[in-house]
């Protein structure tokens, strides 16, 4: 590591940085089970993360209203590639560096709501698997009648630097036009480790296919050794089945995904621009942690939040034992009364035909359900039904003191 690589990190954690490296180097793929230096740590939630598809509420819905079918794909791809900052730089710019996140406990929610003039967005984000970790997520604008679910895991791998491929989805619905669009996810990997600051850049490509008959192809690249810019995207859109041919683009989009992109009709035209730094965002609401319901994110992690914004790393870990305990009995009491734990907003779903419909457009692409513990939708039933308390483990935590 030269000089100037070093500086990036606090005189005192270069020692404890250099043992982690050494240890993600015989990483085996969990990345829950990664075990990071205290100034490393996040006091955010995966759980949180769902909350990144809709801070800018404008762009969410705004295919909504748009009666042409291309300009409806094209908003779409234009709200898919604004979302991209804060899902994957948002904490790099804030903090500094990318931080590794608190791994939520099974039934873990985060709920939230963004009141602007599009009316009022909803989020409810719930991790529906612990072993692989699974979040999944539900956000709509009825006033739009826009509706996005998914759910996501990570499989990840070292070579290098940390790996990881995102297995998952997520579906938007227009219902003014009963229009879904699958939206597959890009994979990435970890900047800047050795320097003890790192960022994630994404690679390869991933689709927005909607069933109103256009995909988008976005492909992502950034600074190689030779050549290259940080955090680039190209996207192309163009009538299904038409991916390889030059004459049938419709748009494209250019730029970087952290910063400006340009989108062009097939004349070459530009239709419309977007510059991260100037887009507006809607704060999230989120219910004061006295009122929230034990299993809800921030109430849950408070103890582990406050521990290690102070750096104790005793009490980071002995509150982080209690929920993870607490989790271990919860879950033999389950066996042995041979049940299940019951999610609270999601089901698992037999098949999903509208992602096997669309998923021809995406080469590669499965739902690969044995990876994810099984097929995520949102269950209005269930989400009708829910109203806090939510569950007996909220019993159990409080008992904990958690
Ligand atoms: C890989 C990642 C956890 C997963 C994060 C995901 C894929 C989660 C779903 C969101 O929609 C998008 C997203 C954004 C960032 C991803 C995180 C980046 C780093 C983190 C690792 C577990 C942390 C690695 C530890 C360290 C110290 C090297 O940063």
Redesign the pocket.
Known sequence: MSSEEGAALPASSKGSWGSFLKSIASFNGD?AS?T?PAF?LSTTS?TE??A?WAEMPKLLVAPAAEKDPQKRAMLVLKWFLSTLKQ??ASRNEKLGS????LNPFLGELFMGKWEDQEGTTHLVSEQVSHHPPV?AYSIWNDKHGVRLQGY?A?K?SFSRT?H?R?VGHAILHLDAWDEDYLITLPS?H?EG?ITGS?Y?ELNKSTYIIGSNGFTSKVEYSGKGWVSGTKNSITATMYPHGKEKSKHDVIYTAEGAWTNNFTIKNAKKEVVDTYNAKAEPKTPLQVAPIEAQDPLETRRAWQKVAAAILKGDMNTTSAEKTLIENSQREMRKKEAAEGREWERRFFSKAKGLPIFEQLKKEAPGESLEADQTNGVWVFDQAKASAAKPPFSQLSKELSKNGA
Request: no cysteine.
């Open positions: 990345l990664m990071a490393i995966l993360f769902s990144y899902q994957y990318e931080k590794k996140p979040t996501n990570q990840a940390i990881v995102q990435l970890i480790l790192p994630v």
